[in-house]
């Protein structure tokens, strides 16, 4: 069985830069696993934020970044906003188009 | 600004057919090529990835549910929808519907008797 697997929490101060991570239990993620990134808050639908790596929606702000960094996916917030507290969760696409989402990442801006 | 829309009765019996339906309003379902997905989040617990159909018709789904999983599109109503047979407990969750980037709020479905 495919393991997504993120960092359980992390913590990042106002102003400051956090890097998520997404790694996939069969090895290197490529951008051939298309990397989703998705952002939910407490009682909230999930909002999509990257897809295919590092592609934005319109509506995604512009200091959220996506790549591919030492064989993960990764999700990169510059200048972190109180309001981007909330659930980070990846999904990663493999072999017949099957998706997997990691466990998630509760970001604390603190 | 594309708006979906998840339907469907919120208690199942246990071992019957979750069935539910996604309206697709200010957007077309054939317009350019999307995939459509469900996906699903029990209480307190992270995102599972049901599956998704493609305006072709073309399915992909979880390994996991596969054996209990029917997924189609109805084009001309801008509707997908998601069957899921033979429920349990393990089954209840809130239920999204998504396409090209765009959420449904969620639906919850308690499978209870």
């Known amino acids: 069985q495919t393991v997504v697997t993120q960092e359980p929490s992390l913590t990042v101060s106002p102003g400051g830069t956090v890097t998520l991570t997404c790694a996939s239990s069969t090895g290197a993620v490529t951008s051939g696993y298309y990397p989703n990134w998705f952002q939910q808050k407490p009682g909230q639908a999930p909002r999509a934020l990257i897809y295919?790596?590092?592609n934005k929606h319109s509506w995604t702000p512009a200091r959220f970044s996506g790549s591919l960094l030492g064989g993960k996916a990764a999700l990169t917030l510059s200048g972190v906003q109180p309001e981007d507290e909330a659930e980070y969760y990846c999904l990663l696409y493999y072999g017949g188009g099957q998706g997997v989402f990691g466990g998630g990442t509760k970001l604390t801006v603190l | 600004q594309v708006q979906l829309q998840e339907s469907g009765p919120g208690l199942v019996k246990p071992s019957q057919t979750l069935s539910l339906t996604c309206t697709v309003s200010g957007g077309s379902s054939s317009s350019g090529s999307y995939s459509w997905s469900w996906v699903r989040q029990p209480a307190g617990k992270g995102l599972e990835w049901i599956g998704r159909i493609y305006t072709s018709g073309s399915t992909s789904y979880n390994p996991s549910l596969k054996s209990r999983v029917t997924m189609s599109v109805d084009t001309s109503k801008n509707q997908f929808s998601l069957n899921l047979t033979s429920v349990t407990a393990a089954d209840t969750a809130v239920y999204y519907c998504?396409?090209?980037?765009?959420w449904g709020q969620g639906t919850l479905v308690t499978v209870s008797s």
């Open positions: 295919s790596t590092n």
């Open positions: 998504a396409r090209g980037g765009y």
